[in-house]
């Protein structure tokens, strides 16, 4: 795994100057001067020619495709380009493309796409994310499947607010568009909305249809939710060293805080004057990635393998062990992720936190029915040697169905004196796995040891460990 902090901007590849001279021929690498170009130039001769041959094949299939005359609906396709680049969607009344006819032209735009996208600095990142927009713009069914693509790419690009729109969007209207409609729908019309909204507001009509929400454009929906929780969290760390700090400062600095797009325009948020509402704001992002975290981990095969694809480091072990949707998340999602500080720690601790609660549930429900199989023992032994003793046993236990009263499953470490404690008539026995402690003499007690132990060997249960 290519380990990256950050998405390298307007520098010199090769020396990381500042510049703003790039390569002639692609316009995706930055060189300081010739002579750095012509030291990089075997390296990134191939990048750069897939590049050219990629825009060469998107021009060919669109000229090709205004020229045709059996394609009426479509109008005019460079008009349309150029309406979108200038922020104006295009006309719903245009048919959508993706038919067969447009096929050249979407798979041209998809392979582009793939070209700069292997440069992977931030002006190829750019490129790649203006183009997928107006793929998107153009095939609103998305025919060639870029919608995870391009989500990523806005969030890569420091396009937060641009990317919860996005994903928004599609998430409100579950995850369709039905382009064949005589009165179709608006098209990514949602601007600014409020990136801090609670994330079950959004699943509504997967609720309702009781599925869950496409983990494609969940994993970047939680990387924005991440960038707004480190964001609140340094403004709570500032505004608890407001007493060691003059008002001023204060003041001054809180600016500087605006990591990203987002708390940018939400200036209430930058304003807020106390600890505890700022608290307030982060435990509301935790559930919300909390939340989001779950989810996804129940995606596909389940036991969080879109989380755990993010660590495997060999590309044959990924191919083997994740199916082709897992994959297609972790090629498109991991570069954001890494180049955000802290988020792969973030997915680590949260695999820690399941792996542990699952572990302590299994031992807990292990352990119950275990101690519920060593006190039938106990009973069936008891049964088989006199009806005095049954009657005995029950007056002491209760009746069959009540046997669970005489466990107990405690939060313990094992290493305490309370977890060894003796008393002068009766041993403690304890049984203790991950932290739970299990006292098997609420099963036995005043029982003969010989008859507990002679059960216990006949049905082949341990005696005290787990």
């Known amino acids: 795994m290519e380990i990256r902090t950050r998405l390298v901007g307007n520098e010199c590849i090769v020396c990381g100057r500042a510049t703003e001279g790039c390569c002639k021929k692609c316009r995706s690498v930055f060189y300081c001067n010739e002579r750095h170009r012509q030291y990089h130039a075997e390296e990134h001769n191939e990048a750069c020619l897939e590049v050219q041959s990629a825009k060469q094949n998107l021009k060919e299939a669109e000229e090709e495709f205004n020229q045709n005359q059996n394609f009426p609906g479509y109008g005019d396709l460079k008009g349309m380009i150029a309406s979108i680049r200038k922020g104006n969607a295009p006309s719903l009344q245009k048919k959508c493309f993706c038919s067969w006819t447009c096929t050249p032209v979407m798979v041209a735009r998809s392979n582009l796409i793939g070209a700069y996208l292997q440069i992977n600095n931030k002006l190829s990142v750019t490129n790649a994310c203006n183009v997928a927009i107006t793929t998107q713009y153009l095939g609103r069914c998305d025919p060639m499947k870029i919608r995870s693509i391009t989500a990523n790419l806005m969030v890569r690009i420091g396009g937060q607010q641009n990317a919860y729109d996005f994903i928004k969007y599609w998430l409100v209207n579950s995850d369709q568009y039905d382009c064949t409609a005589k009165k179709p729908k608006p098209f990514i019309d949602i601007r600014k909305a409020d990136a801090f909204e609670p994330c079950k507001d959004l699943f509504g009509a997967f609720e309702n249809a009781d599925i869950d929400p496409p983990a494609s454009l969940l994993v970047p929906l939680a990387l924005v939710k991440l960038k707004l929780l480190k964001a609140v969290e340094r403004l709570r760390n500032l505004q608890i060293l407001r007493c060691k700090l003059p008002f001023d400062i204060i003041y001054l600095m809180k600016p500087s805080f605006r990591s990203n797009d987002i708390m940018k325009n939400r200036r209430d948020i930058r304003l807020i004057d106390t600890v505890a509402g700022y608290e307030k704001l982060i435990k509301s992002l935790e559930d919300d990635l909390h939340l ?35 994959r297609s998340i972790y090629k498109y999602s991991a570069d954001a992720w890494m180049e955000t500080k802290g988020a792969y720690e973030w997915i680590l601790e949260k695999l820690d936190d399941a792996s542990h609660k699952k572990l302590t549930a299994e031992n807990r429900v292990q352990d119950a029915s275990r101690v519920a199989a060593l006190f039938k023992a106990v009973r069936s032994q008891l049964a ?66 010989k008859m507990v132990f002679d059960s216990l060997v006949d049905t082949s249960f341990g005696f005290g460990s787990c």
């Open 292 to 326: 989001l975290f779950e989810v996804v981990g129940r995606a596909f095969e389940g036991k969080y393998v879109v989380w755990r694809c993010f660590f495997e480091s060999d590309y044959v072990r990924r191919t083997k062990r994740y199916s082709q949707g897992v």
């Open 384 to 449: 088989d040697r006199g009806s005095d003793e049954e009657e005995d046993y029950e007056e002491y236990f209760g009746e069959e169905e009540d046997y669970a009263e005489f466990y107990c499953v405690e939060e313990g470490d094992g290493n305490s004196e309370s977890d060894h404690e003796t008393d002068h008539k009766t041993r403690r026995n304890f049984g203790i796995r991950n932290g739970c402690k299990i006292d098997y003499d609420l099963m036995y007690r005043e029982i003969p040891p």
